[in-house]
C-alpha cells in the first residue's frame, strides 16, 4: 500500500496500537493546535483575528492554562476581551427584554431565549482549537472512505487495529454509509462489525476479570490484561483518554 501524504495521518493512527485510532488522532491533533496557538502564532494578525472571533470553548481554555506559556495566553485574551467587549455592547444596545407572560411561562425553555442570550450561547459554541481539530478530522474520514474505494490492501490494516470507541464508530459508519458503494459496503461494514463484537468482548472480559481479583478468593492470580481496563472501558465507551496527564508546554 502506497504511503501518500494525505494517508500518512491515518496510517499511523490505525497503527498506533490504540484501542481507538481516531481518538489517539484526536489527542494528536488537539495538542498539535494547542502548541500551534500558543507558540510564535500568536503573534501573527491572521491568527490572532480567529481567535477573537472564534474564542475558545471551556475545555480548552483550561487546556491551554494547563499548557503553560502566560504571556501568549495573556496576548490572545487581551484581543479576544476587546473583541467580546466590542461586540457585547453592540448586543446589549440593542436588546428589549420582554415582559413576562403566562403563556411565556408555559412554553418550553428552549423556546424562551432572548436575543442577547442567543448571541452569548452563539459565541459560546464555537472554538478555535475545536474547529482546527474538527477540520483535520473530517479530511482524515473521506481519506478513509477513498482508501477504501482505491487501496485493496487498506481493509486488512484496518483489520489489525483494536477497533473504535463507539463515539468515533458512529462517524465512521456515518460517512462510509453515506459516501461508499453498496460493493465498497458489503466488504467494509461485516469486517467493522465482526471487529467491533470482538474487540468489545475483549475489554469486557478486561473489565469482568479487574472486579474478580479483588474477590481475595483471586488475590493471588495474575491480573492478565486488566489493571489498566477502567480507563480503556471509558475510552471504547465515550471516546479520549481519561488516564491521559495534563498536557503541558515543553520547557
Not at 467494509?188 to 479487574?210: A, G, K, T, V, Y
Amino acid at each position: 500500500m502506497k504511503e501518500k501524504l494525505y494517508t500518512i495521518e491515518l496510517h499511523d493512527a490505525l497503527t498506533s496500537g490504540d484501542e481507538c485510532p481516531f481518538c489517539w488522532l484526536e489527542r494528536k491533533l488537539e495538542q498539535e493546535a494547542i502548541e500551534f496557538v500558543l507558540g510564535s502564532s500568536y503573534m501573527e494578525s491572521d491568527i490572532r483575528d480567529m481567535t477573537d472571533r472564534r474564542g475558545f470553548c471551556r475545555g480548552h481554555t483550561k487546556a491551554m492554562y494547563d499548557y503553560g506559556n502566560t504571556l501568549g495566553n495573556a496576548w490572545i485574551l487581551k484581543t479576544r476581551m476587546v473583541y467580546l467587549r466590542q461586540e457585547l455592547k453592540k448586543q446589549m444596545e440593542g436588546f428589549s427584554p420582554q415582559p413576562a407572560t403566562v403563556f411565556g411561562r408555559l412554553k418550553k425553555k428552549e423556546s424562551q431565549e432572548n436575543s442577547l442570550s442567543a448571541w452569548i450561547r452563539q459565541e459560546e459554541g464555537h472554538c478555535y482549537v475545536c474547529d482546527r481539530m474538527e477540520e483535520t478530522y473530517r479530511r482524515v474520514l473521506d481519506t478513509f472512505v477513498h482508501q477504501v474505494k482505491h487501496e485493496k490492501e487498506f481493509l486488512e490494516l484496518v483489520k489489525s487495529s483494536k477497533g473504535f470507541c463507539i463515539h468515533h464508530f458512529a462517524d465512521l459508519t456515518e460517512v462510509c454509509g453515506r459516501e461508499l458503494g453498496k460493493k465498497e459496503q458489503d466488504q467494509l461494514f461485516p469486517l467493522l462489525s465482526d471487529q467491533m463484537n470482538r474487540e468489545l468482548e475483549r475489554i469486557q472480559e478486561d473489565i469482568d476479570w479487574l472486579i474478580e481479583k479483588y474477590d481475595y478468593r483471586n488475590g493471588d492470580k495474575d491480573w492478565k490484561n486488566s489493571q489498566d481496563a477502567v480507563q480503556r472501558t471509558m475510552q471504547k465507551i465515550v471516546g479520549g483518554h481519561p488516564a491521559d496527564p495534563v498536557f503541558r508546554g515543553r520547557k
